[in-house]
């Protein structure tokens, strides 16, 4: 978890940083699986006003979503482009039990948007964010808070995950992209 002095401090950047993505300013939160991505990002909500948060859990296509090109190019196409153009936004729901999108959610185009999830500062994402954060914790408390979250029925998959997201870190500079870089515990 976040202490409070670091929150206060993300709170404050994001506060005084510029819109970059028409009149929404946008917030990226990355960094591998079960760091703390919405933990956070439900932090930040709680402490910014006309806020709204996107969990890219609801966007990715199933456990093997391409992290490199598949899926910037839907953000860009669902919301960025459509914010830049001061337009509001929408994006397709994934279910996970049918594994299809059954759903399209609106974000209005105006006031701080949080993306977060593995993925979400991808440079083609990024580079419209006022604010960029990454967070990481130890592997093996990682993976020990994926299970509690998801369930033991599902470790071949976070297994998997894991690996996967390993290789979108090591192909792109996220961390070093990051306007703040936070630890947890």
Same mark, same amino acid.
């Given at each position: 978890?976040?202490?409070?002095?670091?929150?206060?401090? %993300?709170?404050?950047?994001?506060?005084?940083?510029?819109? %970059?993505?028409?009149?929404?300013? %946008?917030?990226?939160?990355?960094?591998?699986?079960?760091?703390?991505? /919405? =933990? %956070?990002?439900?932090?930040?909500?709680?402490?910014? #006003?006309?806020?709204?948060? +996107?969990? @890219?859990?609801?966007?990715?296509?199933? $456990?093997?979503?391409?992290?490199?090109?598949?899926?910037?190019?839907?953000? !860009? /196409?669902?919301?960025?482009?459509?914010?830049?153009?001061?337009?509001?936004? #929408?994006?397709?729901?994934?279910? $996970?039990? /049918? &594994?299809?999108?059954?759903?399209?959610?609106?974000?209005?185009?105006?006031?701080?948007?949080?993306? !977060?999830?593995?993925?979400?500062?991808?440079?083609?994402?990024?580079?419209?964010?006022?604010?960029?954060? $990454? +967070? #990481?914790?130890?592997?093996?408390?990682?993976?020990?808070?994926?299970?509690?979250?998801?369930?033991?029925?599902?470790?071949? #998959?976070? =297994?998997?995950? @894991?690996?996967?997201?390993? !290789?979108?870190?090591?192909?792109?500079?996220?961390?070093?992209?990051?306007?703040? &870089?936070?630890? /947890?515990?």
């Amino acid at each position: 978890m976040v202490s409070e002095f670091q929150l206060a401090q %993300l709170v404050n950047a994001i506060k005084q940083s510029s819109k %970059l993505c028409g009149a929404t300013k %946008l917030v990226t939160i990355d960094g591998p699986a079960g760091s703390g991505k /919405t =933990t %956070l990002a439900n932090q930040l909500f709680d402490c910014l #006003e006309d806020c709204q948060v +996107i969990h @890219l859990d609801d966007i990715y296509e199933g $456990w093997n979503q391409d992290l490199i090109s598949d899926l910037p190019q839907k953000i !860009e /196409t669902w919301l960025l482009e459509k914010f830049k153009a001061g337009l509001p936004g #929408e994006y397709e729901k994934y279910n $996970w039990i /049918t &594994q299809q999108y059954d759903q399209v959610i609106q974000v209005a185009n105006n006031g701080i948007v949080i993306i !977060e999830g593995v993925g979400a500062s991808n440079p083609r994402i990024g580079q419209f964010s006022a604010i960029n954060i $990454w +967070i #990481e914790a130890d592997k093996s408390v990682r993976l020990d808070r994926l299970i509690a979250r998801d369930g033991e029925k599902y470790r071949a #998959e976070l =297994t998997t995950w @894991l690996r996967h997201e390993s !290789e979108y870190f090591g192909s792109l500079p996220i961390k070093n992209l990051a306007h703040f &870089q936070i630890q /947890t515990d």
